[in-house]
């Protein structure tokens, strides 16, 4: 290391030298290497120079929108100058709110460099630059103390009320404090003369809006450095263009104007934000929007829609977007759930092969500020998932989970909602819970901790290990080398890797994730879906589960029917009819490869079998609909358009004045003597009434006394080809149809006629029956308008 000017050469890696300059000097260091480039420092010397103090120069206690810490977070902060031409060391200065605690929170040792900003976050945090205490935007005391405990700068005896957008501190070219724009890090720019009016107490979340309605917007508005001018409500309806309202004051700086009724309709999205200016042009936004992808641009609402026959909680979601909303690549959006109103979110589908279902799955990703409440008592979410059930069952995500989490295997929550989409309705999906640092708290997990998500074939733990396989969730900033070396390990041979696996592996949570997977045939797991947690205290991998959407299948090769599915012998898929090893997961064959962890393993697939799998006594059934050929008379249509896809199956739609004819159960058509010919009442061929006719609508109304002495409720059915199913206005089931069920929906594919004779079971889950009057609607679909037969014959258990 070469110092100049005139002190010379410090030949090993450390050393002192003295130097004695006759004049404030700036040295310059320079460390000179083998083969990288030259790297240079400077520090400046003081000579018969008077050392200034630190100044205490600038500081915002009211930051929403401006400077983050490292956590992204919108601290308070101060900021400290060195006007000096030479550092000065920090050790022994403290920061303090309190006079009669000068030492509140002491200032870590280190120096400021001559000319230095440093910022300090007064946020409570446990970082070097946190500082203790929070700042009061009421206003209080401020002071930067010296290690002789003597106040060098102050803000006393208290600073004035702050706001949102604005700091406080030394004007350049001035020595009263005065309101500034921030400037962190840097020197400061003149006092504000002009300061926006406050906004605050926007109408946030209003009582959901009837149809007629009109929707009244209030605003507090306060004077800060100049007088208010003008303040205005921009509203807008949809995705339309938008309006202003000039607001009036009421006298106590509380601003309203009222957005008529006139101006929406039921299920219409209302939004809205409210500006607030001064004759110089100085102006105020609420919502701010600052930054296009991480705040909302207006507040808003959606009006009310009686034609809603869901039971289920109702999300609405709103794009101008919707091509890219059915995309990977995502857009923007609004949602409306429980109350609450979510503006300017981001959303895209999500999923591997689901992503080609016509049913997509979605994901929705929220803001730092703006998260989403989905439950009492649970955290608001920065993410969650909605699932679709294009599969022949709207079960198995749901029932999935809550078995995981019954068997004490921590998985996320879900619960059954209705999406409608710009108004439409998109039908019935499953809420899925996000797996991140608001689920692992909930577990009791510290969100500190390093977590993988397996998200593409074969991520099967082998020592592959690569971005494409896997996703790091947290501590993102960290390279993969704790799970290259954990995949390492768990390869290695016996007995060193059950020793390994023992040390690393928390076996309890792993075994028993293994065998709630297994008890309910949840094939889906080995090569992707699911996620690694590493402890950080305990030094312990964790699995958490992922996608219940292929569990309950009725496979009969031993390769998935074996309690070992998971090792080399019982893998995901086959190859030429033999498991293929490739697909095998590493950590069940290590685990399943020793007797003792197998046996662990065994024992608990024995345990929860016994406990889940036990076969009920019979119980006896009451007959709610039957299914008896001519027992059950009913409305039927045969539909030739799209006139009443939106409305046959709703609670006040009425068959008998729509000119509906009636008959008996079944409902179809046979066109040999063999098959079904029996159980037809009723005679429907659809290509009679119109040439490419396939449905057959049909409805009937049914009396329940108590629907709460019904404890489950089973829909039987024989039919061919396919069905959609309603009951009281709202889709409960379906089998062999996608997507939208219109006038011209086709089956998936053929329904055997031996399958069609018996009558098939579907559990209606949250199913939600009524005393008095229900009603059963059934939309029965041929696979081709030249079908040779058609059948529908519904019954309610």
Not at 350 to 379: I, L, M, V
Not at 750 to 774: M, Q, R, W
């Amino acid at each position: 290391v070469s110092i100049t000017p005139g002190v010379g050469t410090v030949a090993n890696m450390s050393g002192s030298v003295v130097a004695s300059p006759a004049e404030t000097t700036t040295y310059t260091l320079t460390a000179v290497g083998d083969s990288t480039p030259n790297a240079t420092a400077q520090i400046t010397v003081g000579v018969d120079v008077e050392a200034m103090p630190l100044v205490l120069n600038e500081f915002v206690a009211d930051n929403k929108n401006g400077l983050t810490d490292a956590d992204g977070d919108h601290a308070d902060w101060i900021e400290i100058h060195n006007p000096n031409p030479f550092a000065i060391e920090l050790g022994g200065w403290s920061l303090t709110d309190d006079p009669l605690r000068p030492n509140k929170w002491e200032f870590p040792s280190r120096n400021v460099h001559a000319g230095e900003y440093l910022i300090v976050f007064a946020s409570k945090k446990k970082g070097a630059h946190d500082a203790s205490f929070r700042l009061a935007s009421a206003g209080e005391y401020l002071a930067l103390i010296n290690p002789d405990n003597e106040v060098v700068s102050e803000f006393a005896p208290t600073y004035p009320v702050q706001f949102n957008g604005v700091s406080y501190g030394i004007p350049s070219g001035g020595r009263a404090p005065a309101f500034l724009n921030p400037t962190p890090g840097a020197a400061n720019g003149p006092a504000l003369m002009e300061i926006a009016p406050a906004v605050t107490n926007v109408t946030e979340n209003p009582p959901q809006l009837a149809e007629k309605e009109p929707l009244t917007i209030n605003a507090t508005v306060t004077p800060r450095a100049g007088a208010v001018d003008e303040v205005k409500l921009t509203y807008r309806v949809g995705f339309g263009s938008e309006r202003k309202l000039v607001m009036s004051d009421t006298g106590v700086g509380i601003y309203s104007a009222t957005i008529p009724a006139s101006a929406y309709s039921a299920g219409d999205m209302v939004r809205w934000h409210v500006t607030a200016g001064t004759s110089g042009g100085e102006m105020t936004r609420e919502p701010p929007f600052l930054n296009a992808a991480e705040s909302a641009e207006y507040l808003g609402t959606v009006v009310t829609d009686p034609n809603i026959g869901a039971t289920q909680p109702v999300l609405h979601w709103f794009t101008a977007d919707t091509a890219n909303a059915d995309r990977r690549v995502g857009t923007r959006a609004s949602l409306f759930f429980k109350g609450r109103f979510y503006d300017n979110i981001f959303c895209r589908i999500r999923g591997q092969s689901t992503a080609n279902w016509p049913k997509h799955k979605y994901k929705f990703d929220f803001y730092r500020g703006g998260h989403f409440f989905w439950k009492e008592g649970a955290p608001d979410v920065e993410e969650f998932n909605v699932n679709s059930h294009f599969r022949d069952g709207y079960l198995r995500e749901n029932a999935i989970f809550a078995f995981l989490n019954q068997a004490g295997s921590p998985a996320p929550e879900t619960m059954y909602i209705w999406i409608k989409r710009n108004g439409a309705d998109m039908g019935l999906f499953s809420f899925v819970e996000q797996v991140d640092e608001e689920f692992l708290g909930r577990h009791g997990f510290d969100a500190s901790g390093a977590l993988y998500k397996a998200i593409n074939v074969p991520a099967t733990l082998s020592p592959t290990v690569n971005t494409r396989l896997y996703r790091k969730l947290l501590r993102k900033d960290e390279p993969y080398t704790d799970l290259i070396d954990f995949t390492a390990n768990i390869n290695i041979a016996n007995p060193h890797r059950f020793a390994y696996v023992a040390d690393e592996v928390n076996l309890p949570n792993y075994i028993n994730v293994m065998a709630a997977m297994a008890v309910p045939s949840n094939h889906d797991q080995l090569t992707k879906n699911y996620y690694l947690y590493r402890d950080p205290h305990r030094q312990e991998w964790f699995r958490l589960p992922w996608d219940g959407d292929s569990a309950l299948h009725n496979r009969t090769h031993e390769n998935w029917t074996s309690p070992l599915y998971g090792d080399a012998k019982h893998t995901q898929e086959l190859r030429n009819n033999a498991p293929n090893p490739e697909w095998q997961n590493h950590l069940h064959s290590a685990i399943l490869d020793n007797p003792i962890t197998r046996e662990m393993y065994m024992r608990r697939v024995r345990t929860l079998a016994d406990r889940y799998l036990a076969i009920p006594k019979e119980r006896a059934s009451t007959v709610i609909v039957s299914g008896e050929v001519g027992a059950t008379s009913a409305f039927y249509h045969v539909p030739t358009d799209n006139s009443l896809d939106a409305s046959w199956y709703k609670l006040g739609f009425d068959p008998g004045a729509e000119g509906w004819a009636s008959g008996g159960f079944g409902f179809g058509y046979e066109n040999s003597a063999s098959g079904y010919a029996d159980l037809i009442s009723t005679r429907v061929k659809p290509s009679e009434t119109a040439a490419n006719a396939r449905s057959i609508y049909t409805r009937m109304n049914f009396n329940v006394a108590d629907p709460d002495a019904i404890t489950g409720l089973i829909l039987q059915m024989k039919y061919d080809d396919g069905f959609v199913a309603y009951l009281n206005g709202t889709e409960v089931m379906r089998a062999n149809i996608n997507g939208a069920a219109r006038f011209d929906s086709s089956a998936m594919s053929n329904h055997p006629d031996s399958h069609a004779l018996k009558f098939e079971d579907f559990t209606l889950p949250g199913a939600a029956l009524v005393a008095g009057i229900n009603v059963l609607a059934v939309h029965a679909v041929n696979q081709s308008a030249n079908s040779s037969d058609m059948l529908v014959i519904p019954q309610l258990v």
